[in-house]
């Protein structure tokens, strides 16, 4: 199984980008196993940068990224032109694909969004994946329609941020269209990552593989190894820090509590969020999980 993680985007105190929380966040994730990672999705809060900032942001990850594994790129902006400005700022660099969720704020016909996507797709130089983001977007992208994007010849894949039953009945679907083999059906499967492995579904990305590449990689390998029973006990433990961070704390000032402790510098929490208080702060990585993660999964600087 390939893993891709969803990287959190740092930042310094003027909500610019922490180059060098950038650069530890990703030398992580590729010295710890991930095979890739998309860059301003959810959990790198695209919608709340300055475009410069995440004009910085993908520029240096690119760079930082090349020759290490694939490099997916967020997009998804509200209307039509302004994703396919974000589409063109970044066209010459050296990355796999662009992310495109369903643009937001106002509601759109699975028509229009058909439309959408292929006028995207067309002016694209680089392979353009959807993101079927309905919890934030407010809008599913139907199986038909994705069975008719399927067969653009710059649609590669989705990103499917829904449970593992629509996700199995998109992929089912695909296959009754006749849909090219070719095209990816990614899941968002944090809970999952044994029993996805086990069933030999290709990939699996998700934001809380960003904060334990590590420990998400052991999972992988326990199945290829065949101890079901130590891939049972690892997803158990990173099902423990993606309930630490989500409940009760707000996720991305947990986050960035997480990674500070861990040896990455900056907010992952842009304004107008704000950072934990102090006890919170005690209270959440003094949590066992949290204590084992930052004991086993230091971070590599070299």
């Not at 530890?24 to 919608?47: E, F, N, S």
């Not at 995207?120 to 309905?134: H, Q």
């Not at 086990?198 to 809380?208: F, H, K, T, V, Y």
């Amino acid at each position: 199984m390939k893993l891709i993680s969803a990287i959190c985007t740092p930042l310094d105190d003027q909500g610019r980008l922490h180059a060098e929380g950038l650069r530890l966040h990703l030398d992580d994730q590729w010295q710890h196993g991930i095979d890739g990672v998309l860059i301003g999705g959810t959990m790198g809060l695209l919608q709340l940068l300055a475009d410069t900032t995440w004009q910085t942001l993908v520029h240096q990850a690119a760079a930082w990224s090349r020759g290490r594994g694939e490099v997916l790129v967020g997009v998804g902006d509200c209307s039509f032109d302004r994703t396919r400005d974000r589409v063109q700022a970044i066209d010459t660099l050296p990355i796999d694909g662009v992310v495109v969720l369903a643009p937001y704020f106002l509601a759109f016909s699975q028509d229009e969004l058909a439309g959408y996507f292929e006028a995207l797709a067309d002016v694209s130089r680089r392979p353009v994946y959807l993101y079927d983001l309905p919890g934030r977007t407010g809008v599913k992208l139907e199986t038909p329609l994705v069975c008719r994007l399927a067969r653009h010849p710059n649609i590669r894949g989705i990103k499917v941020s829904d449970d593992w039953s629509a996700t199995r009945e998109l992929a089912r679907g695909l296959a009754e269209s006749n849909a090219p083999e070719s095209f990816r059906v990614i899941p968002a499967q944090a809970l999952l990552v044994d029993v996805l492995a086990r069933e030999g579904i290709a990939a699996n990305l998700d934001g809380i593989f960003s904060l334990a590449p590590a420990w998400t990689r052991s999972i992988v390998d326990a199945v290829t190894a065949g101890d079901q029973a130590a891939a049972a006990d690892r997803q158990r433990r990173l099902a423990r820090l993606f309930e630490a961070v989500r409940h009760p704390f707000p996720l991305f000032p947990a986050c960035t509590a997480v990674l500070n402790a861990r040896g990455i510098p900056g907010t992952v929490a842009p304004r107008p969020l704000q950072p934990l208080p102090a006890a919170d702060r005690e209270q959440l990585l003094n949590q066992p999980v949290l204590q084992e993660l930052i004991a086993d999964a230091a971070v590599v600087t070299a």
